[in-house]
């Protein structure tokens, strides 16, 4: 891996989109771990939970439980970003008002969770099979157990609000390492719930490190482990069964003629690439995914540039001379997953980066032209249909796959990521800083 290809991959990536010359549209879906099954059992999970859920999260009351979110047309927001009537038409996917967590960290992270609490209630008799009736887990028998263990977790704020509220809301106790770039509101909502909140003056990855060490010597605590964990990743992918009723709901038939891109922020990869892996079993070559990261941490890029040169661990973006400094603070990572990075490796199409000052921008057209509410982290993917359609990299991805006819009938799918729970002085500081920014 030459310093020469890191550049390159790089520039492309700021100006347009780095292609990935890897992607294999014809690779056998499901031949993988996690396996399609898995991605089936971390849906079936979620259901068998949401009774117990409804109980436990007065948010979750009026869906009984289920943590799904709408898929919102948005035209006035197309227009704002320079697309016509001829690109396609523009959805945001709203994570951002995801109940419980605030993010696309309830997909992953609850789902860890859920897989715990269950494998101890079975292990203990609680659960008799997997098909009883989870309610019985609020009783203080359950309550009890899990008080007994104890989740921890390394974040840079968003995975600990997932598994810390998630966690606590169920009786466990929890312990969250955070690292430096993690907003003081988001400790502070957690230290609220009866969360211990680490604080680490490093980056994400040594607090992911200093989490790891310190649960490995306690036979009672799980680590969930962002770097390589599988149930997250399968938690993530199940956004794939709501989503195709989504687009079914809205006459949309995603094919050779109607291709469907999907734009998703990236931080340490295990969100975009699990809701990726999702997706490409679903629909196969008809789904294009490109993730979108910080211009200082494009981890992911870095990792899928640097990998198999016969290095031990993945290349980090100060290998690759950057400074990891983003205010997009859900998407600071210096190195991505390895398990994310090699499901990947054939299966996105491409990687977009994106300045800060764009990112705040883009949360005030949000803002202003749709009524949304998002964190600078989950503005990344609006950038994405303008590289796709509006550079001569993304034309030229277009025309090698035989699909700028096909554009006027394709949708574009923005997965908008995190942002319900930001505090409104806050917000108010994010359209300040776009404001700045003209
Ligand atoms: C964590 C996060 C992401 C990216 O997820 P990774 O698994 O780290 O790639 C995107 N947006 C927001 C708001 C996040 O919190």
Redesign the pocket.
């Known amino acids: 891996m030459s310093a020469a290809s890191f550049d390159a991959a790089l520039r492309d990536a700021r100006d347009a989109l780095w292609l990935n010359p890897g992607e294999d549209l014809a690779a056998p879906p499901g031949a993988t771990l996690p396996s399609a099954d898995d991605v089936r059992a971390a849906s079936e999970r979620f259901q068998r939970f949401a009774p117990l859920l409804a109980m436990r999260f007065a948010e979750l009351r009026d869906t009984q439980g289920v943590i799904e979110s709408a898929l919102l047309p948005a035209p006035r927001l197309a227009a704002g970003l320079g697309l016509g009537p001829s690109h396609g038409r523009l959805w945001v996917k709203a994570d951002?008002q995801l109940p419980v967590a605030g993010?696309?960290?309830a997909r992953?992270g609850i789902h860890e969770v859920l897989e715990f609490a269950e494998r101890l209630a079975l292990q203990h008799g609680l659960l008799g099979r997997l098909q009883d009736d989870h309610r019985g887990l609020a009783s203080e028998a359950a309550r009890a157990l899990y008080a007994r263990h104890t989740v921890a977790v390394g974040s840079?704020?968003?995975?600990g609000l997932s598994i810390g509220i998630a966690a606590a809301g169920l009786g466990f106790r929890v312990v969250v390492h955070m690292s430096a770039e993690a907003k003081p509101w988001k400790k502070q909502r957690l230290r609220d719930r009866g969360v211990e909140v680490v604080e680490h003056r490093g980056d994400y990855e040594s607090a992911v490190a200093h989490g790891r060490r310190a649960a490995a010597g306690d036979p009672l605590c799980h680590f969930v482990d962002?770097e390589r964990s599988p149930l997250l990743f399968c938690g993530?992918a199940a956004a794939v069964f709501h989503l195709e009723r989504q687009l079914a709901e809205q006459g949309i038939e995603v094919g050779a003629r109607r291709p469907l891109f999907v734009y998703l922020?990236?931080?340490?990869?295990?969100?975009?690439?699990g809701i990726a892996f999702g997706l490409k079993l679903r629909f196969g070559p008809h789904v294009h995914c490109f993730f979108v990261e910080p211009d200082q941490s494009p981890c992911?890029l870095v990792g899928l540039v640097g990998h198999g040169a016969g290095r031990a661990s993945l290349p980090s973006v100060y290998d690759a001379g950057l400074s990891n400094a983003t205010e997009a603070d859900?998407?600071a990572?210096p190195r991505a997953?390895a398990l994310?990075v090699g499901l990947m490796r054939t299966r996105v199409a491409g990687v977009a980066t994106v300045s800060d000052e764009r990112l705040f921008q883009d949360l005030r057209r949000a803002h202003d032209l749709e009524g949304l509410r998002i964190?600078p982290?989950?503005a990344?993917g609006f950038c994405g249909p303008g590289r796709l359609v509006g550079t001569d990299t993304g034309r030229a991805f277009l025309r090698r796959r035989g699909l700028l006819d096909a554009l006027p009938q394709a949708h574009h799918v923005v997965w908008t990521?995190?942002?319900l729970y930001v505090p409104e002085i806050e917000f108010q500081r994010f359209l300040a800083r776009a404001a700045e920014g003209e």
């Open positions: 951002h993010s696309v960290k992953g840079t704020g968003n995975l962002d993530y922020p990236c931080g340490v990869g295990g969100a975009p690439g992911f859900g998407l990572v997953s994310a964190e982290s989950a990344a990521t995190g942002g």
